[in-house]
């Protein structure tokens, strides 16, 4: 364990579409017992919008928070499967993902609607995690530096007030889900390039998460790197004992 990390270490779970009311109760007892013990280390899952009542009821009073996968611009109307930011204040969310790299591709979310996203769930006074990484086409056109300059762009605008409000997460779209996780090394390239624009705007204590295949097993690799805060986890936050290995990390 590092103890000499500037900024406070973050875990974040998410659990994409996956979980049900009775897998969740022992998921959710599971970390909330297990993350008990890890003052060094925030701990929070961002569960499908229909579980957020019982992420409330049962990790209410713990060290473990919550949070929403997406969020809708908009604050109510007529937006048939859309979910608000009020929506998630009201089950008491800490947390939303705005931009993970399945909703820019499976429901062609743009940088800009990623932006106001965000700054709709700063707004309601929700901390947004924004989703950034380049796709392994990009990747092996060595467009990486440009692709996070781009997604970054709209966000950056939103100015320091907002962004030094927020958390981003750098997920490679070639390591999720996909058990090829950047090599540590690889990982902190780019997390440095985003630790240069958030410094150049004057925000440098923003935490930047790593995703992609993060498991028990390569956590501290990645944690060992100088510009990589926590870690954004998906399959492995769906196994209490790996992803509480995580955190332990
Ligand atoms: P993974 O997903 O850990 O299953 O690769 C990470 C994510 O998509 O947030």
Redesign the pocket.
């Given at each position: 364990m590092n103890t000499t990390h500037a900024r406070q270490r973050l875990v974040i779970g998410?659990w994409?579409m996956n979980g049900s009311l009775a897998a969740n109760a022992a998921l959710l007892q599971a970390v909330r017992a297990g993350s008990e013990a890890q003052a060094g280390c925030q701990v929070a899952v961002c569960v499908p919008f229909p579980y957020l009542a019982q992420a409330q009821a049962q990790l209410s009073g713990g060290t473990v928070s919550w949070g929403a996968q997406d969020v809708s611009v908009h604050a109510s109307g007529a937006y048939t499967g859309e979910v608000s930011a009020g929506m998630l204040n009201d089950f008491a969310c800490r947390w939303v993902l705005v931009g993970?790299?399945?909703r820019r591709s499976y429901h062609a979310e743009t940088d800009e609607q990623v932006a106001l996203k965000a700054a709709v769930a700063l707004q309601a006074g929700l901390t947004p995690v924004v989703c950034i990484g380049e796709t392994l086409q990009q990747q092996e056109a060595g467009e990486t530096a440009q692709v996070i300059s781009r997604q970054l762009g709209p966000v950056l605008a939103l100015g320091a007030q907002s962004v030094s409000r927020m958390v981003i997460a750098y997920?490679p779209v070639w390591?999720?889900?996909?058990g090829r996780t950047a090599t540590p090394e690889q990982a902190q390239a780019v997390h440095a390039l985003v630790r240069q624009a958030l410094e150049a705007l004057g925000v440098g204590q923003v935490q930047v998460l790593y995703?992609?295949?993060?498991k028990a097993s390569n956590a501290a690799s990645l944690f060992a790197m100088p510009d990589i805060d926590g870690a954004?986890?998906?399959?492995?936050a769906l196994v209490a004992d790996e992803f509480l290995g995580i955190v332990a990390a």
């Amino acid at each position: 364990m590092n103890t000499t990390h500037a900024r406070q270490r973050l875990v974040i779970g998410n659990w994409k579409m996956n979980g049900s009311l009775a897998a969740n109760a022992a998921l959710l007892q599971a970390v909330r017992a297990g993350s008990e013990a890890q003052a060094g280390c925030q701990v929070a899952v961002c569960v499908p919008f229909p579980y957020l009542a019982q992420a409330q009821a049962q990790l209410s009073g713990g060290t473990v928070s919550w949070g929403a996968q997406d969020v809708s611009v908009h604050a109510s109307g007529a937006y048939t499967g859309e979910v608000s930011a009020g929506m998630l204040n009201d089950f008491a969310c800490r947390w939303v993902l705005v931009g993970h790299s399945e909703r820019r591709s499976y429901h062609a979310e743009t940088d800009e609607q990623v932006a106001l996203k965000a700054a709709v769930a700063l707004q309601a006074g929700l901390t947004p995690v924004v989703c950034i990484g380049e796709t392994l086409q990009q990747q092996e056109a060595g467009e990486t530096a440009q692709v996070i300059s781009r997604q970054l762009g709209p966000v950056l605008a939103l100015g320091a007030q907002s962004v030094s409000r927020m958390v981003i997460a750098y997920e490679p779209v070639w390591a999720i889900g996909t058990g090829r996780t950047a090599t540590p090394e690889q990982a902190q390239a780019v997390h440095a390039l985003v630790r240069q624009a958030l410094e150049a705007l004057g925000v440098g204590q923003v935490q930047v998460l790593y995703g992609g295949s993060v498991k028990a097993s390569n956590a501290a690799s990645l944690f060992a790197m100088p510009d990589i805060d926590g870690a954004l986890v998906g399959g492995a936050a769906l196994v209490a004992d790996e992803f509480l290995g995580i955190v332990a990390a």
